[in-house]
């Protein structure tokens, strides 16, 4: 099993920042792209921002400039930075990961944190 384990998030200020983390922890071979998703109420789940093992970006057009996801594979942690944040950016912001396992054969599967509110209001 494979757990995903985000910080970070809060409320703040129009213009204001914050920076999320997650962390993947189990049994495991190796993770292959993660990201971050969001969602608010009655809205489906949207990208915001996904990196690549080797580092390769991309990045919704209503965070890119502002937004910037980075990790750190030998943490097997990713994080976002949100810069110049707006009431828009209010949601439940969610850590994706790709990860290969081994029963019997390899395998890739798709999991998710629990989580975390950023709301921006002022």
């Known amino acids: 099993q494979v757990q995903l384990v985000e910080s970070g998030g809060g409320l703040v200020q129009p213009g204001g920042s914050l920076r999320l983390s997650c962390a993947a922890s189990?049994?495991?071979?190796?993770?292959?792209?993660m990201g971050w998703y969001r969602q608010t109420p009655g809205n489906q789940r949207e990208l915001v921002a996904t990196?690549?093992?080797?580092?390769?970006?991309n990045y919704a057009d209503s965070v890119k400039v502002r937004f910037t996801i980075s990790r750190d594979n030998a943490k097997n942690t990713v994080y976002l930075q949100m810069n110049s944040l707006k009431p828009e950016d209010t949601a439940v912001y969610y850590c994706?990961?790709?990860?290969?396992?081994?029963?019997?054969?390899?395998?890739?599967?798709?999991?998710w944190g629990q989580g975390t509110q950023v709301t921006v209001s002022s």
């Open positions: 994706n990961a790709n990860v290969v396992l081994l029963k019997y054969v390899t395998y890739v599967a798709d999991y």
């Open positions: 189990g049994s495991y071979i190796s993770i292959n792209t």
């Open positions: 990196i690549t093992t080797g580092g390769s970006t």
